[in-house]
């Protein structure tokens, strides 16, 4: 069975870097084929794809917030973890941690969902 | 930037079918993939591919494509099918989601 699990401050400041980490477990992101990625979605609005880190460490980012975004793991910890600098009150939102199945004639598949971790941005 | 446009709402009659479209120049070259989200919760993947459920996805959610444009027809519509739609596909480096389609079940 297939679980993830998002954590991190519920609040930041404005200019603040957030981390959050998504703990996993269920399968092994050493396993060809499989990815983690985070997905935010700002309150009453549409989701957004942030980065996502793939088996062999390759990772890709959002074109529109690279350069604020990190995405790493540690694979013997089950674990990946996001940062984002330099957060803003527009960043304000529930992050999802996504287990994602690799595909390349059907691109990524975010077919488990943590609960997600809701972020305030405000000073 | 990338961009997959789905209209913001579309209403069914219990037991009728609908279909939730979604457009944009990726989906010439990748299928879209489909998630539903039910307030307060987490989306859940309900298509992706050809026309492929994942487990556990009733047999009423089917999909389509053509050109530039990717559908999701639910045939006889349930309640609980009550729920916003998003339709998500890759886009060279990006991977974009649409805007949503909130399904109203009348």
């Known amino acids: 069975q297939i679980t993830l699990r998002e954590s991190g401050p519920t609040v930041v400041k404005p200019t603040q870097t957030l981390t959050l980490t998504c703990d996993f477990s269920g399968f092994s992101l050493s396993s060809r084929g499989v990815a983690v990625g985070w997905i935010r979605q700002p309150p009453g609005e549409a989701l957004e794809w942030l980065a996502i880190?793939?088996?062999?460490?390759?990772?890709r980012y959002s074109p529109s917030l690279k350069g604020r975004l990190t995405i790493t793991k540690d694979a013997s910890k089950d674990q990946v973890v996001l940062t984002m600098t330099n957060m803003d009150p527009v960043d304000t939102g529930t992050y999802y941690c996504v287990h994602t199945v690799v595909s390349t004639t059907e691109g990524y598949l975010f077919d488990h969902w943590g609960r997600g971790a809701l972020v305030t941005v405000s000073s | 930037s990338s961009e997959l446009t789905q209209d913001p709402a579309v209403s069914v009659a219990l037991g009728q079918t609908v279909r939730i479209t979604c457009q944009g120049d990726s989906l010439r070259n990748y299928y879209a993939a489909w998630y539903q989200q039910k307030p307060g919760q987490a989306p859940v993947l309900v298509l992706y591919g050809k026309n492929v459920r994942p487990s556990g996805i009733p047999g009423r959610f089917s999909g389509s494509s053509s050109g530039n444009t990717a559908s999701l027809t639910i045939t006889g519509a349930q309640a609980e099918d009550e729920a916003d739609y998003y339709c998500n596909s890759r886009d060279r480096s990006d991977n974009p989601f649409g805007g949503g389609t909130r399904l109203t079940v009348l």
């Open positions: 880190i793939f088996w062999d460490d390759d990772r």
